[in-house]
Nanobody
Framework: QVHVAESGGGSVQAGGSLRLSCSVS???????????MAWFRQAPGKEREGIAG??????TIYADSVKGRFTVSKGNEKTLYLQMDSLKPEDTAMYYC???????????????????YGQGTQVTVSS
């Protein structure tokens, strides 16, 4: 069983920065570095959308809405980060970390191909 947990959300003014963290635990038989990982977000009244993904080789993909402002990266100890800069009020949402353990991830993917999600962390950006 895989457990995913996010942290680092909060309230910030427009133009500010936040860094989200995600920790992954559980024995899957695969090395964490090979996992497909991603960040999703869901604003009130909207569908959940993938915004940043990373594959086994460290290749990344971003939604157009965050490209150039957000950076996803994998840490050493089963962690995933999302550095968010130049935040806008429209970035306000619940942010979710997603994990898909596998032998090799040939992604990255923004589609909901992930089986494991965390409970989410709230990000609020005020104008």
């Amino acid at each position: 069983q895989v457990h995913v947990a996010e942290s680092g959300g909060g309230s910030v003014q427009a133009g500010g920065s936040l860094r989200l963290s995600c920790s992954v635990s559980g024995d899957t038989g695969y090395t964490y570095n090979t996992y497909c990982m991603a960040w999703f977000r869901q604003a009130p009244g909207k569908e959940r959308e993938g915004i940043a993904g990373i594959d086994s080789d460290g290749k990344t993909i971003y939604a157009d809405s965050v490209k150039g402002r957000f950076t996803v990266s994998k840490g050493n100890e089963k962690t995933l980060y999302l550095q968010m800069d130049s935040l806008k009020p429209e970035d306000t949402a619940m942010y979710y970390c997603a994990a898909e353990p596998m032998r090799y991830c040939s992604g990255p993917y923004l589609e909901p191909v992930y089986n494991y999600y965390g409970q989410g962390t709230q990000v609020t950006v005020s104008s």
